[in-house]
T-cell receptor, first 110, second 110 residues
Framework: SQTIHQWPATLVQPVGSPLSLECTVE??????LYWYRQAAGRGLQLLFY??????ISSEVPQNLSASRPQDRQFILSSKKLLLSDSGFYLC?????????FGNGTRLTVT | DQQVKQNSPSLSVQEGRISILNCDYT??????FLWYKKYPAEGPTFLIS?????DKNEDGRFTVFLNKSAKHLSLHIVPSQPGDSAVYFC?????????FGQGTRLTINP
């Protein structure tokens, strides 16, 4: 069966520090991969999606970037965090429908 | 531009009664619709879906209704149970992307 791992579960980082969140999927090959963010009191906002290695589409221009160095690995990064980057970040995968989410990372930028 | 809208941020229902969660969309290109359930500090989990060629799909206590002409879908939960208390997101799919609504927090009161 397929599983998705996302870490860390929680993270507190100072403003201006770098960020790296990692997500890996097991049990499937060539999945579509996604990064979503849920800001406080808001819905799920699609940040990036990838249909293959090295293929990244950005949905919202911002302080973040994504990379897919391997088929089942998706990384969310930032060079310098802003206060507004605080939120709940979710990685997800799919092969068709539905989308399957990881347990998320709670990021607090202080 | 919010393509998928859940206009009720919260809903409170008595245990045993019916819970009805509503969702509206604007893009007529969406052809598949899903409902996700989310507990705090966890990723959303898939609940039920419906294709645009159908107007109803039922799975146990959960039924999703789709009104294409009105661009409206709803999720019915009957009977409601305390474990149903969670945030519910509707989502619409098109062009390999899933667009989520803002979510509705459902509270089931004993």
């Amino acid at each position: 069966s397929q599983t998705i791992h996302q870490w860390p579960a929680t993270l507190v980082q100072p403003v201006g520090s770098p960020l790296s969140l990692e997500c890996t999927v097991e049990g499937t090959s060539n999945p579509n991969l996604y990064w979503y963010r849920q800001a406080a009191g808001r819905g799920l906002q699609l940040l990036f999606y990838s249909v293959g290695i090295g293929q990244i589409s950005s949905e919202v221009p911002q302080n973040l970037s994504a990379s897919r160095p391997q088929d089942r690995q998706f990384i969310l990064s930032s060079k310098k965090l802003l206060l507004s980057d605080s939120g709940f970040y979710l990685c997800a995968w799919s092969k068709g429908s539905p989308l399957h989410f990881g347990n998320g990372t709670r990021l607090t930028v202080t | 531009d919010q393509q998928v809208k859940q206009n009720s941020p919260s809903l409170s229902v008595q245990e045993g009664r019916i819970s009805i969660l509503n969702c509206d969309y604007t893009n007529s290109m969406f052809d598949y619709f899903l409902w996700y359930k989310k507990y705090p500090a966890e990723g959303p989990t898939f609940l039920i879906s419906i294709s645009s060629i159908k107007d109803k799909n039922e799975d146990g206590r959960f039924t999703v209704f789709l009104n294409k002409s009105a661009k409206h879908l709803s999720l019915h939960i009957v009977p409601s149970q305390p474990g149903d208390s969670a945030v519910y997101f509707c989502a619409a799919e098109g062009a390999q992307k899933l667009v989520f609504g803002q979510g509705t927090r459902l509270t089931i009161n004993p």
